[in-house]
T-cell receptor, first 116, second 114 residues
Framework: DTEVTQTPKHLVMGMTNKKSLKCEQHMGHRAMYWYKQKAKKPPELMFVYSYEKLSINESVPSRFSPECPNSSLLNLHLHALQPEDSALYLC???????????????FGQGTRLTVV | AQKVTQAQTEISVVEKEDVTLDCVYETRDTTYYLFWYKQPPSGELVFLIRRNSFDEQNEISGRYSWNFQKSTSSFNFTITASQVVDSAVYFCAHTDTGRRALTFGSGTRLQVQP
């Protein structure tokens, strides 16, 4: 099983809503990532979790709150988002963050988020 | 700072043509890693290849081949006898031991016409 599963696939939310994105992998990977991808742009790193601890936060606004409850699950809690936050949110996992270059990252299909 | 440049924004070819996607990288590190990913319309990024800075061997996998040249800081990707299913956005990416995450180039959209 080399799959990273993201739910929901599509999400429309208002600026006052609170919602969560979910990401799951069962490959025994200990590094998990959130990337944000705007239309016609490359993915941009948001957060890295290594062994369930936040190791990289790329100066992401606090309206995005990541959580890693266990080694298989990664959440992204959303609150008071702006229309410009509309994007494809991609989750990825890799064996370990410490030897990241020696292994590939597996990506989910993403959640297409629209903020209205 | 690391940087990956994919100068070709969009390429359109007719099926069965060969096509090369260019990737140029900048880094001060001696140990680094280069990747190619494919992103079909469905959205997920599909891993194609990984290379480390100590391995300049070219690689061929079916219709895909990669040419890594440190002298020109390039890691180009060639699809031979392209097919409609090859239509996607292709990203070159880079990381090093300090970064521990991918930095992507801007991507090249490949359209293969039947």
């Amino acid at each position: 099983d080399t799959e990273v599963t993201q739910t929901p696939k599509h999400l429309v939310m208002g600026m006052t809503n609170k919602k969560s994105l979910k990401c799951e992998q069962h490959m025994g990977h200990r590094a998990m990532y959130w990337y944000k991808q705007k239309a016609k742009k490359p993915p941009e790193l948001m957060f890295v979790y290594s062994y369930e601890k936040l190791s990289i936060n790329e100066s992401v606004p606090s309206r995005f709150s990541p959580e890693c409850p266990n080694s298989s699950l990664l959440n992204l809690h959303l609150h008071a988002l702006q229309p410009e936050d509309s994007a494809l949110y991609l989750c990825a996992s890799s064996r370990r963050a410490s030897d990241f270059g020696n292994t590939e990252a597996f990506f989910g299909q993403g959640t297409r988020l629209t903020v209205v | 700072a690391q940087k990956v440049t994919q100068a070709q924004t969009e390429i359109s070819v007719v099926e069965k043509e060969d096509v090369t996607l260019d990737c140029v990288y900048e880094t001060r590190d001696t140990t680094y890693y280069l990747f190619w990913y494919k992103q079909p319309p469905s959205g997920e990024l599909v891993f194609l290849i990984r290379r480390n800075s100590f391995d300049e061997q070219n690689e061929i996998s079916g219709r895909y081949s990669w040419n890594f040249q440190k002298s020109t800081s390039s890691f180009n990707f060639t699809i031979t006898a392209s097919q409609v299913v090859d239509s996607a956005v292709y990203f070159c990416a880079h990381t090093d031991t300090g970064r521990r995450a991918l930095t992507f180039g801007s991507g090249t959209r490949l359209q293969v016409q039947p």
